[in-house]
């Protein structure tokens, strides 16, 4: 048990050193994109980014005016707000179209007048995040087995509603926040470990539930490899009566040639976005190939280029070099976020702060992943960069809540939370 | 301990953060020079080729028969075509704000390209499938030579294919106003095949056809991806577009570049040197024919004539006839008449309702793939032979009683009672007594080698697909048949006239209806020797122009006292059981009065005719007459053919 110094409450500001430049480069790379027709001056695209920016900033603002501590308390209020449309969502196609439309197979948007579109996923991020530290930050009952049922019903609630938009990415959130912040809690290492091992030993049934198109997305990450799907068109050794290894995958109400032409024509269909994002990262070399100069950006060859896919134009304008520097930025995210959950002592913003910078840190960790082929592919944006309000406004809002926990004044006389080190 | 963790937990989360800086190292630094191979590969874009014009078909003074005018067709894309969902929901793109779905507004375009073109909605659907169908039919032949699917060219979803073809400028100028707002439509502009030359020519062009399977299999030019068949080409079918087919077709233009501009060479020529970049589409050469459409045009007018006033609607027997002019010394073609005859430009409608004349038979091209009894019209050929062999000594003389056998009167008959008849007097006056013993005499396979070295019962060199037919075997009254030119024994009016100019000039000659024809048709002189010949032109001679001819008089062919040429010929009269009026024959040729008796290869005036009357009657008194008016048009048309040539400078 060690009593706190003080610590300066401007440390928190030092968030935006990284978050600014990304913001930037997100927004000329969205000009890069968006501007071909256009010569000089802003496309509609970049103004409405710079919009969200602005709007997404005073939010951000409002955020930590009010404080993270005054918005805890109605964490739980959030949480179910949150939830109520969420369920609205999975009970979209008997509403109206205007208000839940579907886009691309999905629901995961409700229309709140002409103009604004809002994505409920994504304020559930933060919504649970605060709701999930609201709930841990005076106890200590989760140390034992038993103590773990109710975080992980929280978690895993809002997960199945987004699961059901079906909304892959943003659910692949969701566990990685819950683990890292019951760890920084003080979770038994043990527990959590048990838990990860059953949720290993029940991939096999989520593999079975899921839809076969979702199964082939996730099975992408394999398929890449020439050698693999090589493999695969030749016939099995042993079973005489499978045409081709490939086959033996076959969903029940798939036909064989269509079965067959999934592989054949992965290239084309399937792993189409991931076959162009790989050559566009590849084609970017150490140094790049210049702002909207290369072919990606000029013939339109890559899908969703101002969106999930901009890490990949980043990629091959600015080569190895660029991408660095954005990783960077986001590692620097990440270890401030933390170092700000060392600086206070009180529960609630310690595990704030770790959910919140774990969230910028796994979101653009799985974004980088699937834009070089180690990941599936799934909508999952990147943070500060890519195009869109809900993600920005989510992400600085989160910016916001850690500069919050910042700028609150360490309580000096209380004891540091968390510390389970004497005990069993 | 919380701030152990949070150690712990960095150093968790830079696991997968290294490996992901080692993925972008093996992408982009170790590999990258692969990933940037594979984006130029991006760039490619798949060839656009350009038809071409198709050579023009000529007669032979230049007048097109046949020819390419410009046209436009309405072409829709494939993806709208087979309904490609991925394909619609992009087009679905161009109306963003539009709460109308893609499939409406594609049901609109086809009901305005039915409007446009008058077209029924059901019609226009039939072509859809038609089109999907070859492709996909094409698709299975690709697939199969390759043993795996194979993804074809025209399968891609944006190419466009053409659904409604030979649109006027008129039409164009409209579709493309209605039609702009669609983006799957597209009018474009190609060739339609106008043929020009009327009745006359009729059957003569011929057809063109779509390419199956078998002529792309057999495409002489498959190395040539300029050159080559390719899918929904049309080629020639029938008629001189088939026999012409290499010298007519072009070769398509090419447009081969990838997105930057830069050309693809990816295509090779036949020599194997790469084709680049833009190649301008090659016009075909035009296919002069030998034949002159003025002279086939009188011709065929005065055969049609006859060949009405005679038709069983008018009370007579007649169904059709044929013609056929060629030059002596060339062997070319210069009329093929068959009559009657139907508009070459005709549309499928029309087409139908000529099919449907089963008594006169338009689509019939009877100059060339009909096939009669010759009858009497071969009685020349086999005195000649005969002579040669020995079997006939010239000065014989055979009795004709009318009968041969005058126990058996129904068969073996002759004409008339001829008494005493010399070769000479046999061929005038057709006597067929005289022509049963030599007949005999010969024997079939004598008379077969014979009448296949005048070029009967083989193909005759023009290149298009021939009747005819010559026995080879069979019994003693066989042989008297085929002297008379009865029994299974059947040659074509084209064949009649170049037997006809064997006769007048010694010598058989393939014939020809190309006038630039590249191949050699040397001449094969038959080994017949000059006197013989003599006895048998002086008969030919004597049939038109001396009193006991069978084609002498004024009702007759009524050429006997022009000052300077003179026709020689026979007629016959062919039975064709069981019908009962015969083939009505006349074939003969023009020669200078001085020496008739020579071999007539020399001057462009020697000129021979075969003219046939189907169901006409008798030779003499109904095929004859016409013959001497044609003799009279071919004589009148060639003498003004050449003032006006020698004004223009001298035959070549």
């Known amino acids: 048990m060690t009593l706190g110094l003080p610590v300066p409450t401007w440390r928190g500001w030092g968030l935006l050193l990284p978050v600014i430049p990304l913001s930037l480069l997100g927004v000329i790379t969205i000009q890069a994109v968006s501007g071909l027709d256009h010569t000089g001056g802003l496309t509609a695209d970049v103004k409405k980014q710079i919009v969200y920016i602005l709007v997404s900033l005073g939010v951000m603002a409002v955020a930590i005016r009010i404080g993270y501590y005054r918005l805890g308390r109605w964490s739980y209020p959030l949480f179910i707000l949150c939830l109520v449309l969420l369920v609205l969502l999975a009970f979209g196609r008997w509403l109206p179209e205007w208000l839940t439309p579907e886009i691309r197979r999905s629901r995961r948007w409700i229309r709140i007048g002409p103009l604004i579109r809002i994505q409920p996923s994504e304020l559930m991020k933060i919504a649970y995040i605060l709701a999930l530290a609201w709930y841990l930050r005076f106890r200590s009952n989760y140390r034992t087995f038993r103590g773990l049922v109710a975080p992980f019903t929280l978690t895993l609630i809002p997960m199945g509603l987004i699961l059901s938009q079906p909304d892959l990415g943003t659910v692949l959130l969701f566990l990685p926040i819950l683990f890292v912040m019951l760890y920084a809690a003080g979770a038994k290492g043990k527990h959590l470990a048990v838990i990860i091992m059953m949720g290993i030993f029940c991939l096999p049934l989520f593999w079975l539930k899921i839809e076969s198109y979702q199964r082939l997305r996730l099975a992408g990450v394999v398929l890449q490899n020439d050698g693999l799907r090589e493999y695969l068109r030749k016939p099995p050794k042993y079973l005489k009566n499978r045409p081709t290894r490939w086959d033996c995958f076959r969903p029940s109400d798939t036909d064989v040639a269509d079965w067959q032409s999934e592989l054949d024509e992965w290239t084309v269909r399937k792993g189409f976005q991931l076959m162009r994002s790989k050559a566009a990262v590849g084609s970017g070399g150490l140094t790049g190939r210049g702002w909207v100069k290369n072919i990606f950006v000029k013939y339109e060859l890559l899908p969703e280029m101002h969106n999930d896919f901009i890490f990949a134009v980043i990629s091959c304008q600015w080569g190895f070099l660029g991408v660095l520097i954005v990783i960077l930025c986001y590692v620097a995210i990440v270890t401030i976020g933390f170092d700000l959950a060392t600086m206070t002592n009180d529960p609630f913003g310690r595990l704030v702060a770790v959910g919140l910078s774990t969230l910028i840190g796994v979101q653009a960790l799985i974004n980088l992943c699937m834009t070089v082929g180690l990941g599936p592919i799934t909508g999952v944006t990147l943070p500060f960069v890519s195009q869109g309000g809900s993600s920005m406004l989510s992400s600085l809002l989160s910016i916001g809540l850690l500069i919050s926990v910042a700028r609150r004044r360490p309580i000096i006389i209380a004891n540091h939370p968390f510390e389970f080190d004497g005990e069993a | ?652």
């Open chain 2, 1 to 652: 301990m919380f701030e152990r963790r949070l150690k712990i937990l960095l150093i968790i989360l830079a696991v997968p953060t290294l490996v992901l800086i080692f993925r972008l190292v093996q992408l982009q630094i170790i590999d990258g020079h692969i990933y940037q191979a594979h984006a130029e590969q991006l760039l490619y874009q798949p060839p656009r080729f350009f038809p071409f014009v198709r050579g023009a078909i000529t007669d032979c003074k230049g007048i097109r028969l046949a020819y390419d005018a410009p046209a436009w067709e309405i072409c829709v894309d494939y993806g709208v075509l087979v309904e490609d969902e991925d394909y619609l929901d992009k087009l679905e793109e161009n109306w963003p704000d539009s709460q109308e779905l893609i499939e409406e507004k594609i049901k609109e375009s086809w009901q305005v390209i039915a409007e446009l073109t008058n077209i029924s909605k059901a019609a226009l659907k039939l072509r859809c499938d038609r089109i999907v169908n070859r492709i996909r039919r094409w698709k299975e032949v690709v697939s199969e030579r390759h043993g795996r699917e194979i993804k074809i060219a025209e399968e891609r979803v944006n190419l466009s294919h053409a659904v409604v073809e030979g649109l006027n400028q008129e039409q164009m100028a409209k579709a493309r106003e209605c039609l702009a707002v669609y983006p799957w439509v597209e009018v474009l502009p190609s060739y339609v095949r106008k043929y020009s030359g009327g009745e006359a020519v009729g059957h003569l062009p011929g057809k063109l056809g779509e390419v199956s399977r078998d002529d792309i299999d057999k495409d002489s030019n498959a190395d040539d991806p300029l050159a080559c068949y390719t899918l929904g080409d049309l080629r020639g079918e029938s008629g001189i577009e088939a026999l012409g087919e290499h010298w007519l077709r072009g070769r398509r233009g090419l447009e081969y570049f990838d997105k930057e501009g830069r050309p693809i060479c990816e295509l090779a020529d036949k020599e194997g040197r790469p084709i680049c970049g833009a190649v301008e589409p090659q016009a075909g050469q035009t296919f002069r024919l030998t034949i002159d459409l003025e002279l086939q045009q009188q011709i065929y007018e005065r055969l049609m004539q006859t060949v009405e006033d005679n038709s069983p609607a008018s009370g007579g027997t007649v169904t059709g006839g044929s013609a056929v002019l060629l030059d002596i010394p060339t062997r070319q073609i210069l009329a093929l008449v068959s009559c009657p005859s139907f508009d070459p430009d005709a549309t499928k409608e029309e087409w139908q309702i000529i099919q449907q004349d089963k008594v006169h038979c338009p689509h019939k091209f009877r100059a060339v793939r009909e096939h009669y009894p010759p009858g009497s019209t071969v009685k020349p050929m086999i005195l000649a032979s005969a002579l040669d062999e020995g079997r006939v000594r010239p000065n014989e003389r055979i009795t004709c009683h009318k009968y041969l056998f005058p126990a058996f009167q129904d068969r073996w008959r002759c004409f008339g009672y001829h008494y005493e008849v010399d070769p000479i007097t046999a061929i005038q006056k057709s006597c067929n007594i005289f022509f049963y013993n030599v007949g005999e005499r010969m024997r079939v396979p004598r008379l077969a080698s014979w009448l296949s070295q005048f070029g009967l019962g083989r193909p005759s060199g023009i290149g298009l697909i021939e009747g005819g037919f010559v026995p080879v075997e069979g019994s003693r009254g066989n042989a008297r048949q085929i002297a008379i030119g009865q029994w299974d024994f059947r040659v074509t009016p084209l064949q009649a006239a170049n037997m006809i100019a064997t006769v007048a000039s010694g010598e058989y000659r393939p014939v020809t209806i190309w006038a630039d024809d590249p191949k050699p048709r040397t001449a094969n002189r038959l080994s017949i020797s000059q006197q013989y010949w003599r006895i048998v032109r002086e008969g030919m001679y004597k049939v038109v122009n001396e009193p006991g001819g069978t084609a002498f008089g004024r009702e007759r062919a009524d050429f006997d006292d022009h000052p300077v040429y003179v026709l020689l010929g026979k007629t016959g009269s062919a039975e064709a059981p069981p019908h009962e009026q015969a083939h009505a024959w006349f074939v003969g040729y023009l020669a200078e009065r001085s020496h008739y008796l020579d071999d007539a290869n020399h001057s462009d005036m020697n000129v021979a005719l075969a003219l046939i009357i189907e169901y006409g009657g008798h030779g003499g008194e109904v095929a004859a007459p016409v013959a001497g008016d044609m003799v009279r048009t071919i004589m009148a048309h060639r003498q003004g053919g050449n003032e006006k040539s020698m004004a223009a400078g001298g035959r070549q």
